[in-house]
């Protein structure tokens, strides 16, 4: 009899720890599946981004290292 008891608490025991396992996998997966669409989000900003800076048109103006002293040096 005390052997039934302990093995019913025992399947109690991992029944519960598979339910823990199950609810935190599902939050996981369910965090995982968020960071998958920020991330595709990043991608097509940065791709965005990119394609502008490409797109924007050189300075007429020296870089700094570029110019000229003036003339009182």
Not at 12 to 24: G, H, M
């Amino acid at each position: 009899m005390q052997q039934e008891h302990d093995l019913h608490e025992n399947l109690i025991i991992l029944e519960t720890k598979v339910a823990y396992q199950d609810r935190t996998i599902e939050l996981l997966n369910e965090s995982i599946i968020e960071q998958q669409f920020e991330l595709e989000k990043l991608k097509k900003q940065i791709h965005y981004l990119s394609k502008k800076l490409h797109s924007i048109e050189p300075s007429n103006l020296a870089m700094p290292h570029e110019e000229t002293p003036p003339p009182h040096y």
